[in-house]
């Protein structure tokens, strides 16, 4: 059945609700898929006897939802869905992707000894101007930027090993070949808020402006609370949320 084949029910549920109801059903069983358009305003309204701002209210809950994207000229456009990551457990972005479905990717734009700035210098218990190891880099699902990550690592912790080069940053998880050193995460704290995306982030996740990131500071600790990675990732908002599970005491 046609998500539109049946009529729409006069019962306490507004009309576009219903709709979006419908719609989303469709998107989620395959019938629209990401970059597929959906009705316009005016075919809904003709569907179903609605009204533009019954339609309208419609598809911009959707859009709320982060189903799709509106936009002009080409109308409601199917986008990928949204990976959710879960706050409780420190994870890679790798085993995270791989949880979904998704072939993580990385693209590294460079791997260098700086100086620590103050704010970094405070998160890994540091002077400013120490040295610390600067890993910037964008993350792919399935080959399109979700995500920009600039790492910050203690320069101690490659005293054995050296430093890994772009190309074997390119080719997995940092996490997995830090562990490969020897290297291990024990906890982690971490700071999420909405922003707007500035032009550099905007270009390497290659989204117009304006765009809305999840910035994720994390700062990451050894088992005996040595902290020896500090962490600032912008992931896009439209692909991207995080999940919480709630306790009441």
Not at 63 to 75: A, D, F, H, Q, V
Not at 80 to 95: A, G, H, K, T
Not at 133 to 148: F, H, K, S, W
């Amino acid at each position: 059945m046609n998500w539109y084949e049946t009529k729409l029910d006069e019962g306490p549920v507004p009309l576009w609700s219903q709709i979006a109801d419908r719609l989303r059903r469709a998107i989620e069983n395959g019938a629209f898929k990401p970059g597929d358009a959906l009705p316009g305003e005016a075919e809904i309204n003709k569907r179903f006897g609605v009204s533009r701002s019954t339609s309208r209210a419609a598809l911009d809950h959707l859009e709320t939802e982060g189903l799709i994207k509106r936009k002009s000229g080409l109308g409601s456009i199917v986008i990928e869905p949204r990976v959710e990551r879960p706050l409780d457990r420190l994870s890679s972005f790798s085993e995270d992707m791989r949880m979904r479905g998704l072939t993580p990717g990385y693209q590294t734009r460079w791997i260098k000894v700086v100086p620590a700035n103050q704010a970094v210098a405070a998160e890994l218990k540091l002077n400013p101007g120490d040295d610390v190891v600067e890993i910037d880099r964008n993350m792919l699902a399935d080959g399109t930027p979700i995500a920009t990550s600039v790492t910050y690592l203690l320069p101690s912790l490659f005293e054995k090993s050296g430093l890994p080069t772009v190309e074997e940053l390119d080719s997995g998880s940092l996490y997995q070949w830090l562990r490969r050193a020897g290297i291990i995460f024990a906890s982690g704290d971490e700071r999420i808020e909405g922003a707007l995306a500035d032009a550099a982030t905007a270009r390497l996740l290659g989204v117009k402006q304006p765009a809305a990131v999840l910035v994720c500071h994390r700062t990451s600790w050894t088992a005996n609370k040595q902290p020896i990675e500090h962490v600032v990732l912008h992931y896009l908002a439209e692909r991207y949320s995080f999940h919480v599970r709630l306790v009441q005491q």
